[in-house]
């Protein structure tokens, strides 16, 4: 394939992608930086955090995601009661065959929406987050491969709510991104409350591509060109993590593989035949923020801060 | 920081050159210093190396290894302090630093331990220059300070991805970029007279020379050595090679054993005649440890050291305040022909005097030849005739001499050497009532004709007579010649077989391969003298000299310093922008037109920011200077495409781009 056919086909899948964010963006209003990033997280073959305060719009935008990429999907909303079975499906002795049959949990479809997941005991959440790593599960004694693409949108609330378990560190760092979504602004909150009801809205979108599609698009963004000058950057970035005073840990090789594979991704949906220092900066915020922690957290740092301060201390090479 | 050792192959390496370089600096210590130390030091250096992490000294604190290296190193220090009775001084303290150079290689395990170890080693270095500073020695050297900055090079090599061939390279290449801030401080740096610090007393013991007191055999063993004692450049005329008697310390005083100077008195009034042009030369000694000077017979002035450095006596010694521990050069001017009259009754007395009661048969000789009515010139003759014509022979050899030394010479043994034959001389001489004196120095002398200078070896050492006789005064009488008068005529090494010259049985064979070795000796001499003129005589004098030809007559030490401000700080200044300039971010060509094309941008106030993306900087400029935005873009579009995209065909076009880009500044 030339270069000619790569432009043509990434301009093509830009025009796919920028169709579906539109899309996306009549239900979810004023959030285009938000869709775009939970976009290139699933195109990234990553699973999506959505931290936020309640009535944000975490559940409406997984819904939307899921409706317009076409893909199956089930909810799993996380109580304190909730057990692994719940989610990852149960063997019932069936009388007539005389012996037990498995009954699949809501684990297997394409998009999981594990709502409210720091509500749940870590018990409960482990059993999810196993499966995301593994992309398999195992029950009884079975390994059972899980559907191609399989996504995990979790939605948390802020963990200084009451009534949440925390995710400890080891299993954030099973996210690939973290996102908020914050409050809509002023135009966006005036169109919100004069439109109709979004449940209404969700209703009648209609899937844009399918999951073959989206598999199809995963293997294009993966082969967007990364120079080594690109890496370099990349590689002083996470040095510079590790080394740095201000941070409790550095990022791991996972993050720094997350940070390629979505800056890729971003890439591929701003139409560019090659991964920019710019879209590394564009998605490390979400995905550095839950992964380091500042020394002296002085309860100020948000994402944003984080990230940026990183990022201000790097020169690009 | 932890051990670097076990899974560092590239510090492993380092840690090679370093114990390479550390032996390289001991090794020339091997004669000087006891032998147990230096197999102490080679033990501990190669366990290191063929174990480097097993004697890892710092995972715990208290390990057997550990304790027995503390008594080992405890032992050591105390067999020095028993071997040379102290643990400071040149030998003992270079002792000291070897055995704890062995001990620091082995607890090396940190960065610091590193680098600690690595500048012992230069140090090491230097102590080599404490014995010896000749050319050989400073060209080993140098090697020695290569392969120690090797094992600094590969040690902060640590992406590995020098090979040894390209670190040696770089090594040599920082060696010679250090040599112009050297030159500068060599030549600028101001010198005093006298050692920067001051020597350890055995510091001189190596030295050889004339002594001043002549026992037999004292001068034969001179003989044998090939050391140069002091070089001489005349200025015009060269006497002839018979007159070229080189004037050391007079001895008066005999016990009948040895001979000794006594005190000499300040020459007040000249009573020097002289009777033929002066010749004036210049002469370089090298440090012999004692407080004279040498000359050509007759010097006629102080040589001028300095202020109350040197004088001359009334027995034309030239005595110096300090001892010649330093090669020293001065200017003189003597006289071959000359008269020297005067005799007061001090000296009278001191050049007649004898041991009581001895030389019984030697003072019957005398008295039976003063019976036959010789004159008192007449003597000298039939004494010298006695040593020509009876059977004496001159030779490196004598038998030894027992009881009067001088009877048993005259009438038995007569075998001897130049101190024989001066001594019995003088006895004589005084026996029959003529004032006499032994003079120690040098007679001959070797001249080079690659460096056009004459070279006095220590063989060249000599003893002779004076003799006082009334219408000439003090007059010189050689009896070896006498003897043997080819060792006045043809100088030493014709009174003496080949191989104590030094000649190798290779070029002694025939005259063409002799005339060959001659040739590269004199040459090599030559280099050497050059050497010793300008490397290591460079002192305050020389110093005024070399700067007096840039016309810097009178500058003192304070200009100096400002002087080698003024030149080093550029070389410095310089040596900061190449390395500033040369940092990897701007290493590669692409990168280095992107930031001429941002620093055209900076001009017009839009400044890059380092953590600025293109496109994100092609952005905010674009929106600044809308007239600019295409040309932005494009140079953007091309560095992205070529940084980013691997796309190298661009570069020219790029260069096109930002060449053109020429932005307006307001």
Not at chain 2, 140 to 158: I, K, P, Q
Not at chain 2, 459 to 480: C, L, M, S, Y
Request: charged share 20%; aromatic share 10%.
């Amino acid at each position: 394939m030339n270069t000619a056919q790569i432009d043509m086909q990434t301009n093509s899948t830009k025009g796919e992608l920028d169709k579906i964010v539109e899309e996306i963006s009549h239900v979810i209003l004023g959030k285009e930086k938000a869709i775009r990033l939970s976009l290139t997280c699933l195109l990234a073959r990553g699973h999506l955090l959505i931290e936020d305060l309640p009535g944000m719009g975490k559940t409406t935008l997984t819904h939307v995601l899921a409706n317009i990429l076409g893909l199956d999907y089930q909810r799993i909303q996380f109580t304190s009661d909730l057990l692994p079975a719940d989610i990852l499906g149960v063997s019932i002795f069936n009388r007539e065959s005389s012996s037990f049959s498995f009954h699949p949990g809501p684990v297997f479809s394409q998009l999981i929406l594990a709502d409210e997941i720091n509500r749940a005991t870590p018990r409960a959440q482990s059993a999810l987050l196993e499966a995301m790593e593994e992309s398999q599960i195992t029950v009884e004694g079975e390994t059972r491969p899980l559907p191609k693409p399989f996504f995990v949108i979790a939605t948390q609330n802020p963990s200084n709510q009451v009534g949440t378990f925390p995710l400890p560190e080891s299993q954030l760092d099973r996210f690939t991104m973290r996102i908020e979504l914050g409050y809509p602004d002023n135009m966006a909150e005036r169109e919100l409350l004069k439109g109709c009801d979004r449940r209404e809205l969700l209703k009648n979108i209609t899937p844009v591509i399918n999951s073959e599609r989206l598999i199809e698009m995963q293997k294009q963004a993966e082969s967007i060109h990364v120079s080594d000058a690109l890496l370099d950057y990349l590689q002083d970035l996470l040095e510079y993590s590790r080394r740095s005073a201000d941070y409790v840990n550095g990022l791991s090789p996972r993050a720094g593989l997350s940070v390629l594979r979505c800056a890729r991704t971003w890439a591929l949906m701003q139409g560019h035949p090659q991964v920019l220092p710019e879209d590394i900066q564009q998605v490390l915020p979400s995905i550095i923020s839950h992964r380091l922690t500042k020394v002296q957290d002085d309860g100020y740092t948000t994402q944003e801060n984080i990230a940026a301060h990183l990022i201000k201390q790097v020169p690009i090479p | 920081m932890n051990s670097r050792w076990p899974e560092n192959n590239t510090s492993l390496n380092s840690l090679y050159c370093l114990g390479a370089g550390l032996t390289m600096s001991v090794l020339p210590h091997v004669q000087r210093i006891p032998g147990w130390i230096i197999v102490l030091f080679l033990v501990l250096t190669i366990w290191k190396l063929y174990s480097p992490s097993q004697v890892n000294l710092t995972e715990r604190k208290f390990s057997i290894t550990r304790i027995f290296l503390f008594i080992l190193m405890v032992i050591g220090i105390i067999g020095i302090y028993f071997h040379f009775g102290t643990i400071v001084g040149r030998n003992a303290g270079v002792s000291l630093l070897v055995l704890l150079a062995g001990f620091k290689i082995i607890e090396t395990s940190q960065e610091r331990d590193f680098y600690v170890t690595c500048f012992l080693g230069y140090f090491l270095v230097v102590t080599t220059f404490l014995y010896t500073q000749t050319i050989g020695t400073a060209i080993y050297m140098s090697c020695t300070v290569l392969v120690m900055t090797l094992s600094l090079l590969t040690y902060n090599d640590y992406q590995q991805k020098l090979s040894y061939k390209a670190s040696s390279k770089i090594a040599a290449t920082l060696l010679l970029q250090s040599i112009p801030v050297m030159l500068i401080l060599f030549v600028l740096f101001p010198r005093i007279s006298g050692p920067l610090w001051g020597m350890p007393d055995d510091a001189h013991t190596g030295l050889t020379g004339i002594d001043d007191e002549m026992s037999p055999g004292s001068i034969s063993q001179l003989i044998l050595s090939n050391k140069v004692a002091f070089r001489v450049d005349f200025k015009d005329t060269q006497p002839e090679k018979s007159q070229l008697y080189w004037r050391g310390p007079v001895l008066w005083y005999t016990d009948g054993k040895k001979w000794t100077r006594g005190e000499s008195d300040y020459l007040d009034a000249a009573p020097l005649q002289t009777m033929s042009d002066p010749v004036a030369y210049t002469v370089t000694l090298e440090p012999h440890n004692q407080k004279w000077l040498y000359a050509l017979d007759m010097p006629g002035q102080n040589p001028e050291l300095g202020p109350d450095q040197s004088w001359i006596t009334s027995d034309f010694q030239l005595l110096t305040q300090k001892p010649i521990r330093q090669r020293i050069r001065y200017e003189m001017i003597s006289y071959p022909e000359y008269k020297i009259s005067g005799l007061n009754n001090d000296e009278l007395q001191k050049s007649l005097q004898l041991p009581r009661q001895q030389h019984g048969r030697t003072k019957r000789l005398i008295h039976q030849w003063k019976k036959e009515g010789l004159s008192k010139k007449q003597i000298i003759k039939r004494a010298l005739k006695l040593f020509s014509e009876d059977k004496f022979y001159y030779t490196l050899n004598p038998p030894l001499l027992e009881n009067d030394r001088v009877d048993q010479f005259l009438f038995e043994t007569k075998q001897g050497f130049c101190e024989h034959y001066a001594s019995t001389f003088v006895v004589m001489m005084r026996l029959a009532g003529i004032p006499a004196r032994i003079v120690l120095g040098y007679q001959g002398g070797e001249y080079n004709p690659v460096g056009d200078y004459f070279v006095v070896h220590q063989r060249n050492a000599h003893a002779w007579t004076e003799v006082w006789i009334k219408e000439q005064g003090w007059t010189r009488v050689d009896p070896t010649a006498a003897v043997s008068p080819l060792r006045v005529i043809e100088g030493i090494e014709s009174a003496l077989p080949g191989n104590i010259i030094g000649i190798p049985l290779m070029f002694s064979r025939n005259s063409l391969t002799r005339q060959l070795w001659r040739r590269l000796n004199y040459s090599w001499d030559a280099v050497n003298n050059q050497w010793n003129q300008w490397v290591i005589s460079y002192g305050p004098k020389r110093q005024k000299a070399f700067l007096a030809q840039f016309g810097l007559q009178k500058i003192d030490w304070s200009s100096m310093i400002f002087l080698i401000i003024i030149f080093i700080v550029p070389i410095l200044i310089y040596l900061a922008f190449v390395l500033l300039k040369s940092t990897p971010e701007n290493g590669e060509p692409v990168k280095r037109l992107y930031i001429k094309f941002c620093k055209k941008l900076a001009r017009c106030g839009i400044h890059h920011v380092a953590h600025e993306g293109p496109v994100d900087f092609a952005k905010r400029a674009a929106l600044k200077r809308g007239d600019l935005s295409q040309q932005i873009y494009n140079i953007t579009d091309i560095y992205i495409a070529i940084r980013y995209g691997s796309n190298n065909a661009q570069i020219p076009s790029l260069q096109e781009h930002v060449r053109s880009f020429r932005p307006s500044t307001n």
